[in-house]
């Protein structure tokens, strides 16, 4: 099966050969596709991904609640007071404690919308008030207003609202490309991981074929230095080879459980499994247009959207630095009706108008240049923010043609190197029959393992760098120039929230 189908089906759903061992463990085959599934789904940095979705979600959310009407109840149940309590004699100006024995209970509904053009909110309000004097005789009295309409309104000042507005969605919108591109960030990890694993397994299978072939060749050796057909030299070189190679394999040993128990930790499986890595087979033929790659990296990721923030930012800051030496008002207006009585139902009977109007002043006259400072710095920055912008895009741009160069040049390095790999096995193969038959020394046969083990690493190595450029790249495009979709298509919210 070629790599290009197996990435298909991992795309699809990975399916894992899990085979049952003793104690509860399980030998778990893995393919890279299936390792970047499990990953996306299993791991800890995808489970922080969802939430950080999660959160500028909510936040989203509750930007588009304050845009909604919103109910209240509110009240003061009860209110007792029995004190003395100081009374100006309105005649003669001279002070006298009087006894003050009441309970007052109110209960108010409010019906509240905020209004972004403007900045203010209008209410509309309906309440009861209940008075019990208990001293100097006992007396009830009830205070109704059945419905009021309630305006709140700022003029001059600095309106957040509208700029929530203008922000809001944006970041709602940077999230989604961000969760999607963090997606992607796991990829890369995974790809990472696996080659790490998977060319410390291969480094542990080689070195134990080595050991046995030399083993093996050590112990043919010696048949021949006792007939006198080979040198001591010749024999204690093939011994230093044995014991190099038995360090090898601990040592190799030891790298494969590091890096085993890295890919293990990252793809959430549990310590005893045993997870045996197949290696990609082939490369997918393709070829990446750097311009549609650029070009994608602007349109289709978050990068846009966070330097729309950016200037959306900057430009706020600027508005509310401008507002804040401007004059600013705000008026309150109150139309209703209102009625007083003895009894509950008397309060709701031949209602009168109730009419309330104010409005506060506050003009700037001198803080010293405070203000114009605070001006002058907001529009300083906004102008960085623009150079800072314009400065990412330039890079942006060389990266992307970095990358893209790097990968389409990376097929013909790759098929290079299993090329290589193939004829040093080969020779491998050969030198090994041809010291076997003693036509050729020692020196001779351990440049060939060498050189085996060299080419085979070389193509692991290559392999790696493919699937990291592809990666990367399909990070910064948010692309699957593999299947030719485009993975924001793919975006379910609702799959996240759950």
Same mark, same amino acid.
């Given at each position: 099966m070629t790599l290009h189908r197996q990435i298909k089906k991992g795309f699809i759903g990975a399916i894992l050969t899990v085979c049952s061992l003793s104690g509860g463990a399980a030998v778990v085959r893995l393919s890279l596709p299936e390792a970047i599934s499990r990953a996306q789904s299993h791991s800890v940095d995808a489970m922080m991904a969802k939430h950080s979705y999660l959160s500028q979600y909510w936040q989203y959310r509750s930007y588009k609640a304050q845009m909604l009407p919103s109910l209240s109840l509110s009240g003061t149940i009860p209110n007792f007071d029995k004190s003395? @309590?100081? =009374?100006?004699?309105?005649? @003669?100006?001279?002070? /006298?404690?009087?006894? /003050?024995?009441?309970?007052?209970?109110?209960?108010? =509904?409010?019906l509240q919308q905020n209004i972004a053009a403007t900045g203010g909110n209008v209410q509309l309000y309906s309440g009861l008030d209940r008075l019990d004097q208990f001293s100097p005789s006992r007396e009830v009295t009830w205070n109704s207003s059945p419905v009021s309409l309630i305006l709140n309104q700022p003029i001059g000042g600095f309106n957040q609202l509208k700029w929530d507005k203008r922000i809001e969605p944006v970041r709602y919108e940077k999230a989604k490309y961000e969760y999607l591109e963090s997606m992607e960030s796991i990829t890369a990890t995974a790809v990472e991981y696996f080659f790490s694993f998977l060319i410390a397994q291969q480094n542990l299978e080689i070195a134990r074929q080595n050991h046995a072939n030399t083993d093996t060749l050590y112990k043919i050796s010696q048949e021949r230095f006792r007939i006198g057909s080979i040198s001591k030299n010749d024999l204690m070189q093939l011994e230093l080879r044995l014991l190099n190679e038995e360090m090898s394999i601990n040592t190799n040993q030891l790298q494969l459980d590091l890096a085993a128990a890295k890919l293990k930790s990252y793809l959430r499986y549990d310590e005893q499994d045993s997870v045996v890595l197949r290696i990609p087979e082939n490369m997918a033929d393709i070829e990446i247009s750097v311009d549609e790659a650029y070009r994608l990296s602007l349109t289709n990721t978050s990068f846009e959207y966070r330097h729309r923030i950016s200037q959306l930012e900057a430009e706020m800051n600027v508005a509310q630095a401008k507002a804040n030496r401007r004059p600013q008002a705000n008026v309150y207006a109150r139309f209703g009706l209102n009625q007083v009585a003895e009894t509950i139902g008397g309060v709701y009977r031949n209602p009168l108008d109730q009419e309330t109007v104010r409005m506060g002043i506050t003009v700037p006259i001198f803080d010293g240049g405070v203000a114009k400072g605070r001006v002058r710095m907001a529009r300083s920055r906004q102008e960085v923010v623009e150079a800072e912008i314009d400065k990412e895009r330039i890079d942006r741009k060389q990266d992307i043609y970095l990358k893209v160069m790097q990968f389409n040049n990376q097929n013909l390095q790759c098929s290079i190197s299993a090329q290589a790999d193939s004829v040093a096995a080969e020779r491998y193969a050969l030198s090994l029959r041809q010291f076997a038959a003693g036509q050729i020394s020692v020196l001779d046969f351990n440049t060939a393992q060498s050189e085996r083990n060299t080419a085979h690493?070389?193509? =692991? @190595?290559? =392999?790696?760098?493919?699937?990291?450029?592809y990666y990367t790249i399909q990070r910064y495009t948010l692309f699957d120039f593999l299947h030719m979709r485009n993975i924001v298509n793919s975006f379910d919210a609702v799959a996240i929230e759950k």
């Open positions: 003395y @309590t100081s =009374l100006q004699n309105a005649v @003669t100006g001279g002070y /006298n404690y009087v006894d /003050n024995y009441a309970m007052r209970n109110s209960l108010g =509904l409010y690493m070389g193509y =692991l @190595t290559e =392999l790696q760098n493919y699937w990291n450029y």
